[in-house]
Each structure stands twice: as structure tokens, then as C-alpha cells.
């Protein structure tokens, strides 16, 4: 099925004329057509507009033009993302109708990459806590985690090769987790957040969604730029993520355990994998007790992310206040209340963690992490617990999912992989070596 391609083949078969944009582009809408209906994973679906794109790009290819990255290879946003003359609804009646008058940076990019923008995917609430409707392809009972439930779910669904979202904890990594697939969040600033809903300056993150590990690379890179409308956007090089996928390391990677004491969340599933995984990594693995430093990372960030939702999205609430859900109101009555001394002394500590692990990766390759609870829960118990990305989120570092286990009700859980700040290559790197480490093993299901 050709909307079961990766990103890279159906780029490299686009550009060596064995299949057009157009083709690929109608597979993945009746695609959408055959199945979204039980998986919920889209808001709207620019089916004409994507066909127009998609015959742009052709005609392209066809005059010996250059080709960019992406080249017709369609891809799906998140709903808090401004793309002109669609809209841009954030998953809230309280922006019911917004159409957003101009690209935001990620749209302009993959414009510029040459991607077919095929429409813009579910978000919960304001990209926050209240569940959106969608469900996870492999058991629509299940959550497909959240916040950016659409695009996770449109990737494991084959309705796109790629999909774009944000992590302001673990709305990316999560997600992924629990739909099987890749999901990478570089390095903090890599990527520009302009024109894309803002529910924490301080820790809104931009992530990927692919099948492959070399998609998410390839998509990473594709959108990683300087802006200087993005307060985070830095303004120097950055690693390509998708040199480290066919690099060797020089010497084989060296893993870091953390036991956090919030492990005790962790499923057996979870637990039973994770240490069949360190087990086959035998040698390459250390354990260690978690610095006093992290133990108080996710109370911190708790109250950076709604002292701040709270003043960023000020006129949503204070005009809108009747249609935001109960969950939605408590956190922003919760975030109201902070001081701004306790908001200016989370955010010292919040700083803290980035110094902190500047140093830290001197001696690790990598951090060997679960990347949720477990298999995503039922729909009625919310989108998962987000805590097993909190630390890394708050740190601004590089975090790939890996799709390598499976519990007990046969739904998908993910391993993650944390590397130091802007060495996204050497995560990918080390994330791919330790792919091929476990294949002779398959040691995936528990």
C-alpha cells in the first residue's frame, strides 16, 4: 500500500518519477476515508488543497527543478498550528471558526522542504489535560495519549508517513509510546514555535511523528532553523539529526539508568521489558540513584506550565470561561494562584536542570528511560501520565521514542532515549546502534 511508505521512500520514489505526489496523496486520503472515522485522528482534512500542492509539486519534478527534502510527501499538524486559509481551532469551542491568516515557521518550512501539508490533526483541550475524542488505532477502547493525539494516531493509522506536535511534558513521547511508532523531540530551540499556540514560553517544545527512525530525523532536520520571533530560537549550527542514523559510533555507547522515584508507576509490563532490554545491554548499562537535584524537577515544572497557561491564555479564559472544560478551570485557577515568587523560583530551578546535564552527558552516552507508565489506558482514564517526560522536557533535551515492546493486551510500549543538548545527531546515532544491538534478540514483548 503506498501509504504504508516511509517519508524516504516515497521521497526517493517521487524523485526518481516511479510515483507521483498526486498518487501518494490519494492513497493517504482514502486512507483517512476508510478508516478515521473510528480513530477520530483529524480536525479537518484539506483534501483539495493537499491535491493542488501535491500536482504543484509534480509538475516540479517533471521541469528538472529542484526537489526539496520532503518532496511531496504529504504530512499532517497539529491543530495548534497556523496554516493560512485553514483553520486553527486548538481543540476548544473558545477558537471554534479561527482561521489563521498566515503560515506558522514548522508550515513555512515544510513549504520550503517540499511537504504536501495534508491538514491539521486532534488536540486535547488547549493542547493540555481534557482527553480530545480520538482513539488509538490499535484498540479504540484505548487512549492514544495526548496532547498531540491526532498526529500520533494519523501515523500509526497509515493516514501520513509524518506528523507534527508539541511537548510541554510529554505530549509527544507519550503518544507515540502508546501507538507504536517513533516520536522524536529535539533539543529545545531547534526548532521555531512562532505562529503556533503558545501554553508555556518557558517549555513548549516542537516534536515529530514517523514510522521509521529515519523519518523523524529526516523531519527534525527539515524543520530546524533560527528564527528570531521564537524567544528560544538559538542562533547558531545545528546537529543534523540524520547523519547519526548511518554513522557508527566509535566505540559502543555507554547507557544511564536513573532510578527516579517515580518508577513505582511504571506497570509490570513496563518494568519486565525495560529490564529485559538492560539485560541484553549487559555491560553497556549503568544504574544510578537519582540526584537530589531532579527529585523536584516535576513539582517545578508543574507550576512554570500553569502560572504561565494561566497568563498566556488570559482572553481565552476570561471570555470563554463557560465553554472551558472543569479540568481546564482548576489548572488555571491553580496557576492564578501562584505568587510570582514561587513562579520566579521554579523557573530558577527549571534553569538549574539545563547546567545541571550540560555536564551531566560527559560520562553517558545516552539516558535510558521508560517513556510512559505502560500501554496506554482506557479512553475514560484521561491520556496517560506524563511524568516519565517531565525531567527531560524541563531540561530542554533531545528525547526519541522507541517502538521496541509490547504488554500483556497487546498494545504497544515505547523505550525512550535521551541525549545531551544539540548532540541530537548522537541520540540518533546511539538510538539506531541500539536498534540493531537488540534485533538478533527481539526481546519486545512481555
Not at 527529585?295 to 463557560?322: G, K, M, S, T
Not at 552516552?365 to 524541563?394: M, R
Request: charged share 20%.
Amino acid at each position: 500500500m503506498l501509504c504504508q511508505l516511509t517519508a524516504a521512500e516515497a521521497r526517493a520514489q517521487i524523485a526518481q518519477g516511479r510515483l507521483t505526489s498526486v498518487d501518494l496523496v490519494k492513497a493517504c486520503l482514502d486512507r483517512i476515508m476508510e478508516t478515521d472515522k473510528g480513530i477520530g485522528a483529524w480536525a479537518h482534512v484539506d483534501a483539495v488543497g493537499a491535491l493542488e500542492q501535491a500536482e504543484a509539486l509534480d509538475d516540479i519534478r517533471r521541469k528538472g527543478n529542484a526537489l526539496g527534502a520532503l518532496h511531496g510527501v504529504p504530512v499532517g499538524l497539529k491543530d495548534i498550528f497556523d496554516v493560512k486559509g485553514l483553520p486553527t481551532e486548538c481543540g476548544t469551542p473558545a477558537r471554534k471558526g479561527r482561521i489563521a491568516d498566515l503560515d506558522c515557521a514548522v508550515a513555512a518550512r515544510l513549504r520550503d522542504a517540499g511537504a504536501v501539508i495534508l491538514g491539521k490533526t486532534v488536540t486535547t483541550e488547549f493542547a493540555f489535560l481534557n482527553p480530545a475524542h480520538t482513539s488509538n488505532p490499535h484498540n479504540p477502547e484505548h487512549t492514544p495519549g495526548g496532547s498531540s493525539s491526532g498526529s500520533a494516531a494519523a501515523v500509526a493509522a497509515g493516514h501520513v508517513p509524518l506528523a507534527i506536535g508539541t511537548q510541554t511534558n510529554g505530549s509527544v513521547i507519550r503518544p507515540a509510546s502508546f501507538c507504536g511508532i517513533f516520536g522524536y523531540k529535539p533539543t529545545r530551540g531547534m526548532i521555531s514555535r512562532a505562529g503556533v499556540l503558545q501554553t508555556s514560553v518557558t517549555l513548549d517544545q516542537i516534536g515529530v511523528f514517523a514510522r521509521s527512525l529515519e523519518d523523524a530525523s529526516l523531519l527534525g532536520d527539515a524543520l530546524a532553523g533560527y528564527d528570531p520571533h521564537d524567544t528560544a530560537s538559538f542562533a547558531r549550527p545545528r546537529p543534523a539529526a540524520s547523519s547519526g542514523i548511518n554513522t557508527e559510533p566509535p566505540v559502543d555507547p555507554d547507557f544511564v539508568w536513573i532510578d527516579m522515584p517515580y518508577h513505582d508507576r511504571m506497570s509490570e509490563d513496563a518494568r519486565a521489558g525495560l529490564d529485559e532490554i538492560m539485560n541484553a545491554l549487559d555491560g553497556h548499562v549503568e544504574r544510578i540513584e537519582v540526584p537530589k537535584s531532579m527529585i523536584d524537577l516535576v513539582r517545578h515544572q508543574q507550576v512554570v506550565h500553569e502560572y504561565e497557561i494561566a497568563r498566556h491564555l488570559a482572553d481565552d479564559f476570561d471570555n470563554h470561561w463557560d465553554v472551558v472544560s472543569e479540568k481546564l478551570q482548576a489548572v488555571v485557577k491553580r496557576g492564578r494562584s501562584y505568587s510570582d515568587q514561587q513562579y520566579a523560583d521554579a523557573l530558577s530551578m527549571v534553569g538549574g536542570a539545563e547546567n545541571f546535564f550540560a555536564l551531566f552527558f560527559h560520562d553517558y552516552d545516552a539516558v535510558l528511560a521508560p517513556s510512559s507508565a505502560g500501554e496506554a489506558p482506557l479512553k475514560t482514564d484521561g491520556t496517560g501520565d506524563p511524568v516519565f517526560c517531565t525531567v527531560w522536557t524541563v531540561a530542554g533535551l533531545p528525547c526519541v521514542n522507541l517502538p521496541l515492546l509490547s504488554g500483556s493486551a497487546g498494545l504497544p510500549i515505547g523505550v525512550q532515549l535521551i541525549g545531551p543538548a544539540e548532540r541530537d545527531d548522537r541520540l540518533m546515532r546511539t538510538a539506531q546502534w541500539m536498534i540493531n544491538a537488540l534485533a538478533p534478540n527481539s526481546a519486545t514483548t512481555v
